[in-house]
C-alpha cells in the first residue's frame, strides 16, 4: 500500500465500521485469527494504540488458555492452521520481553514453546534464542550480530519468526550443546 491508500483507509468510514465490527466479533467468538487480521491492520494504518493494545491483550489470553488446554491434553503445537497463530502470539510476546530486557521471563516463554512445538526448523530457532538470553543478549544485539537480515524465509509459515542466521545453526547448536543442556536443566521446572 502507497501512502495515498493508507490515508484513504484510514478516512474510508465503511472500511473502519467494518474493522470495528470485525474486532467486536472477534473478541466475543474469541476468533484469534480475526483479531490477529484487525491487528496487523491496524498496525499498518497506525490506528487507535489504545485498541491496539486491547486486541493484542485479547490474543494473548485466548492464546494462554487454549495452549493450556493442548498441553495439558498432552499434545504439541504445529505451524499449521490455527495453531499457528497460537505459536506467533506465544513468541511476539517473547520477543517483546526480550525487547524490554526481561530475559529471564522471555527465555522461560521461548523455552515452554520450544517443549510444546512439534516443528524442527522452528525449534533449532527457539534454540539459538535460549542460547543468546542465556547470555542476556539484548534483542538489537541479537539482530546485530546474529539474524541474517537479508534472508526471507523460503516457508509463509516462518515469516513470523527469527529463522536466518549468519552462521550454520546445526554447527551453532552443536558447539553449544552443553550450555543448551544446561538452559533446559534449570528451565525444566516449568513443564511440570
Known sequence: MNQSELNEARSNPDFLEYLEKTRVDA??????EALY???????????DEAKINSIYEHILSI????????????????????ELYLVRSFY????EK?????????????FVLC?????????????????????????????????????????????YFID????????YLEENKIKLE???ASLKHLLD
Request: charged fraction near 30%.
Open 115 to 159: 517443549n510444546i512445538l512439534e516443528d524442527e526448523i522452528l525449534e533449532k530457532s527457539l534454540n539459538v534464542h535460549l542460547l543468546a538470553l542465556a547470555n542476556n543478549t539484548t534483542l538489537d544485539d541479537f539482530y546485530e550480530h546474529k539474524v541474517d537480515s537479508s534472508s526471507v524465509s523460503s516457508e509463509e509459515k516462518y515469516a
Open 92 to 95: 511476539e510476546h517473547a520477543i
Open 182 to 184: 544446561k538452559e533446559y
Open 63 to 82: 492464546s494462554f488458555d487454549e495452549v493450556q488446554i493442548i498441553i495439558d491434553a498432552g499434545k504439541k503445537l504445529s505451524l499449521d492452521n490455527h
Open 27 to 32: 473478541i466475543s467468538s474469541k476468533n484469534i
Open 164 to 171: 536466518a542466521y549468519n552462521f550454520n545453526i546445526d554447527e
Open 98 to 110: 526480550w525487547s524490554n530486557e526481561q530475559f529471564d521471563a522471555a527465555k522461560e516463554l521461548l
Open 37 to 47: 487480521e484487525v491487528l496487523d491492520t491496524m498496525l499498518i494504518l497506525d490506528l
